[in-house]
Every structure is written in C-alpha cells, then in structure tokens.
C-alpha cells in the first residue's frame, strides 16, 4: 500500500517561529500537495510540485513556502508563524501522468500557534 | 474559479438506513472529473468513489454510488445500508482534466451513523 507519511500528529509552536512540516512518500509519485483543513472552509491547496525542484502556488499560498529537494520528499515551512496559521496540514501525493488519479494523504498535523 | 458546495454540515442516519449527501459545483469546464473522499476519526482521507463527467453512467462502488446530473452541476453521494464504520467527514471534490491531480473541496458533512 502506498503510504504518506508527516512527521508530526500535532505539534505546538509559538508565534514568530520558523516551523517545518515534512512529509515523505514511498511510492516514487510526481505530484505532491500540502493542503490546509479548517472547520467549515474544507480543504484548501496552499502549494503543490509535479517534479522535484518543482513547485506551483495554490490558492492560499500568502505566509508559506515549500522544498522538494528529493522526489519523495515535501516540506511546508511557514517563515513566521501566526496564530492565524493555527489549523490541520494535510500532504497528499498522486502518480504523474493521469489525469483522474486519486490522492493518497497521509494522516495529517494539527498545528497550534500560540 | 471552480467551486465546490457542500450544503449539509452534517448528517446523521440510522445503522441499515440509506443516506444521501449533496454536492454542487460551478465550473464552465466541459471536461473534468469529480470525487467523494472520506475522512474517519483517524484523519486518514481515503477516495470513496469518483466518476468522469463525459461518462453518463453513475459511478457504483459497493454500497456506494452517486448521482451525476452534469447539467444541474450536481454530484450527490448515496450509502446504502449504512454502517457505523462509515461515520466520518465527507469531501466533495472537483478536478480539471488539464489541473492533473490538483482538486478543489467541498466545504465538507460530517456523517454520523447511529445505531
């Protein structure tokens, strides 16, 4: 089975700080999401990469940035982190080449900015 | 833009009952393709059912089916003999045949089944 894994289930962090959400997968796909998901707004794209070294905004990118420096690989960072980045990180990844491939997300990280 | 329209923020049903969840979407697209995906308590999002919209048949997985009415830009998710394991938050999701994989969500119902 494939399997998307983030590093952390929940993590705390304080206001200003340099935080780091990693998320790696074992399936050698080409794409890879981070999404975030808050109570009644559903899910939304903040980056996402279809090659390493790759990477494209998504909707809501204002406040984060992403690496893809290896293909199984991809890290949210949020540069200054504010309370209102408080929410769950969702990673996903998908083969590269069909277009109606499924997603396969990994279980998430529900991150408190304090 | 696409958007996507989850009308019910939750849902509940009785164990053996049938649901159904709705969703909308706005798109000027001809082509694209959509999504039910499923997310329980253990936050682990998994695709229940997806349909292609230049298919006319309704997608069936299981106890799982839809209706894609393409000209009300309608997507419903149908449960047929609801069980307790399928308690969980449901997504709606629209994909553009030229977006490869990238989708846009629904806002979400969350579905309990009670016994």
């Known amino acids: 089975d494939v399997k998307v894994t983030q590093s952390s289930r929940y993590l705390v962090k304080r206001t200003g700080e340099k935080v780091f959400l990693e998320c790696v997968q074992d399936?050698?796909?080409?794409?890879m999401f981070w999404y975030r998901q808050d109570p009644g707004l559903g899910l939304r794209l903040i980056y996402f990469s279809y090659d390493v070294k790759m990477k494209e905004k998504g909707d809501i990118p204002e406040g984060y940035s992403v690496s893809r420096e290896k293909k199984e690989r991809f890290s949210l960072i949020l540069e200054s982190a504010s309370t209102n980045q408080t929410s769950m990180y969702l990673c996903?990844?998908?083969?590269?080449?069909?277009?109606?491939?499924?997603?396969?997300f990994g279980s998430g990280t529900q991150l408190s900015v304090l | 833009a696409q958007t996507v329209t989850q009308s019910q923020p939750e849902m509940s049903v009785q164990e053996a009952e049938t649901v159904t969840l709705s969703c909308t979407y706005d798109?000027?697209?001809?082509?694209?393709?959509l999504f039910w995906y499923k997310q329980p308590p253990s936050r682990q999002m998994i695709l229940v059912i997806r349909?292609?919209?230049?298919?006319?048949q309704n997608a069936t997985e299981n106890r799982f089916s839809v209706n894609f009415q393409k000209a009300a830009k309608s997507f419903s998710l149908k449960i047929s003999d609801s069980q307790l394991g399928d308690t969980a938050m449901y997504f709606c999701a629209f994909g553009r045949v030229t977006s490869g994989s990238r989708l846009t969500f629904g806002e979400g119902t969350q579905l309990t089944v009670n016994p």
């Open positions: 399936m050698d796909h080409e794409n």
């Open positions: 798109t000027s697209e001809n082509n694209y393709y």
């Open positions: 349909q292609e919209a230049y298919k006319q």
């Open positions: 996903a990844s998908s083969y590269g080449d069909r277009w109606n491939e499924k997603l396969f």
